[in-house]
C-alpha cells in the first residue's frame, strides 16, 4: 500500500536512496493533500451555489421525511430487482456458454430481445399489456391466468427492471467466465470434477471478481431506474418529490433533495463495492 | 521390474486429428507398466503433449484406445458410461501443467485438498492431514497458507505436484513441467520427480530436462511427426542412438 520507508532493515539502506524513498512518501502525502483540498473546495462550490439560488432550506426540512419514505419502495424495488437480475444473468451466462442449441438460443435471443427493446417500454409491457395476453390465453382455455397476469404495480416493476438488468448482466457474467484461463479448466478437469464442480469451485469465484466492479454498475444503475415504477403510481423517492415539488411550485428544491438522497444511497453501494472488491484481491500479488 | 503384470497404461493405435486435417498423432501405441518412468523426447510440434493430454481426455483422441489401472475407453465408442469411465481415469492420473494452473483464489493447503474434498468426497479434516504430509514431503509446509501469487515459480510446481498426488493417482503426466521455470529452479522441481520415480510412482514425463531422461527414466521414447521413431533405455537412446532424426534432435538439447 504505502512505500516501506521503515523496513526492518533500514539502517542497511544508503542515504541516497534513502533520500529518494523520502522524496516519493512526500510526493504521496503531497497528492493525498492537494485531493483533500480539491474536494473542499468543490464542496463549499456547491454550497454556496445552493445558497445563492436562495434555496427554501425550511419547505426542504419539512418535506424530508415525506420523501424519505419512499425510499423504502426505492430499496424494496432496487433490492429485488437485482435479485431477480443476478439469478438471470448466472443461469443467461450459463446458457449463452452452453453447447446445447436449445439452451444456447433461448438465452442468445433473451438477451437480443431485452437489449434491443426501451426498458420503458418492458416496464408498460408487464403492467399494461400482459393482461391482455392473460386475457387471451384465457380465451384460449386456461382458466384463472388473466387474474394471474394482471401484476400490481410494484410486482410488474421488479419483473421489469430484474429481466432488463438480468439481460445485460448475462453478458457481463458471461464475459467474467470467459476471461478465467483455459489452464484453470485443464487442472480443475485432471482432478476429475465434473463440469458443474469445475464451473462452481474453481471458475465461478474467480470470475466473481472480474464481475464485480460492472455488476456494482448496473447495481448503482438500478437505484436510480427504480424510480420508473413511479410510472405506474408507486409513491416511491423521485415521484413523491415531483409532487410535493410542483404542489408547491418549489420543483427546483425537491428536485435537488431527491438527487442528494439518491447520490448517498448510490455513495454508501460505491463504498461496499470498495470493500468487497479488496476482500476478493486476497491472493492477487499487486495489493498485499 | 514388474514385466508379468498387465500395464498401468496401454495406448492402442491412437490417432489425433485437429480441425480435420491436421494429423498430429498417427497411430502411436505405448505400454507402462506399473512404477515404471517414462519420457518422451521431440522437437516441439512433434505430438508429445498431445499424447500425454489424451490420456486423460483433455483431448479426446480421434481414434484408437486408452486404457489406465483397467479402464479401456475407446475413441470410438459413445455410450452413456464414457463420461463416467473419463472422469474415473481422470481420479487414477495426476497431471502437472508447464504453467502451473494453481487456483489463484485458494491457498496452498485449499489447492491441495480441493480434488479429495470435491471429486472424492473425503471429510476437510482427513484431507488436511494428507495435505500437510505431502507439503512436508514437497518441503513447503511454511507456505500452507500462502496463495499461489506469493510463490516462486519452482513452490508453484511443487505444489502443483502435492495437488495432483492428494488424489492419491496411480499414474502421474508431467507436461513439460518445469519449461517455464528460471534456471536455478528447475533443480527443486525435478528433485520431488526424481523422488516420486524412486517411490514407485508410474510416470510419464515431457521433459527437456536431460538429466531427468538419462538417470531417472526407464526408458525413453523419441517421438516425430506423431509418431515413435525409437524408444529404449537411455543408456541406448542417448550413447547409441539408431536413428538419424534421433542424433539431430539429440545434437540440438544437448
Redesign the interface.
Known sequence: MTANTTLPGAGGIPLEAQQVLNQIEEKKSKYRRNMIIAFVVLIIFMVTTLIVLGLDFKFMAKWLPFILAGSGYTFLVAFLAISLACILAVVGALGRLSTNPIFNSIATSYVSLIRGTPLLVQVYMWYLALPQIGKALEAYGIPGIQRLLTLPAVPAGILALGVCYGAYMTETVRAGIQSIKIGQTEAAKALGMTKAQTMKRVIFPQALRVIIPPVSNEFIAMIKDSSLVSLMGVWELSYRAIKVGRRHFQSLEMLIMVAFIYWIMCMILQFVQEKIERHMARGDRRIS | MTKNSTPMVKITNVHKVFGGTLHVLCGIDLEVNKGETIVILGASGSGKSTLLRCI?F?EEPTAGTIEVDGIAINAGENDKTRENHI??I??K???C?Q?F???????VLENII??PV??LGQKKKQAIVYAEELLDWVGLTEKRDE????LSGGQQQRV?IA??LA?KPKVMLFDEPTSALDPELVGEVVDVMERLAKEGMTIIAVTHEMHFARDVADRVFIMDGGNWIEEGPPEKIFNNPEHQRTRQFLAHIL
Do not use: I, W, Y
Open positions: 486423460n483433455l472422469l474415473d481422470r481420479k492420473t495426476g497431471m501443467f504453467s494452473n494453481l487456483f489463484p483464489h485458494m491457498t480441493e480434488g470435491t471429486v496463495h499461489p501469487s506469493r502443483a495437488r495432483s488424489m
